[in-house]
């Protein structure tokens, strides 16, 4: 049974920081290219970074290029997403997502709130 599970949202103040963890299970994670995204309610679900499989190439969004760290340990199954600076409209349920081919996954999020 695929199983994705993050952890490590909650509210933080403008200018914290919060690190994103999301745990696999189930499936060859080393094979897997990894993902964050996001959804602020009302929009639409946007990549926030992601790490590929084999070099651990990373990509972001503009929008939080310098802020924040997408890694991944292949050991323990886990990608994380160290997250600084956080601003308000960084405000969203994040997710992991496992993608190959066209093979995806995905967890079931977990609430990351920036305010004062």
């Known amino acids: 049974q695929v199983q994705l599970v993050e952890s490590g949202g909650g509210l933080v103040q403008p200018g914290g920081s919060l690190r994103l963890s999301c745990a696999a299970s189930?499936?060859?994670?080393?094979?897997?290219?990894m993902n964050w995204y996001r959804q602020a309610p009302g929009k639409e679900r946007e990549l926030v970074a992601a790490?590929?499989?084999?070099?651990?190439?990373?990509n972001y969004a503009d929008s939080v290029k310098g802020r924040f760290t997408i890694s991944r340990d292949n050991a323990k199954k886990s990608v994380y997403l160290q997250m600084n600076n956080l601003k308000p409209e960084d405000t969203a349920a994040y997710y992991c997502?496992?993608?190959?081919?066209?093979?995806?996954?995905w967890g079931q999020g977990t609430q990351v709130t920036v305010s004062s």
């Open positions: 997502n496992a993608r190959r081919a066209a093979s995806v996954y």
């Open positions: 189930g499936f060859t994670f080393s094979t897997y290219a």
């Open positions: 790490i590929s499989s084999t070099y651990g190439s990373t």
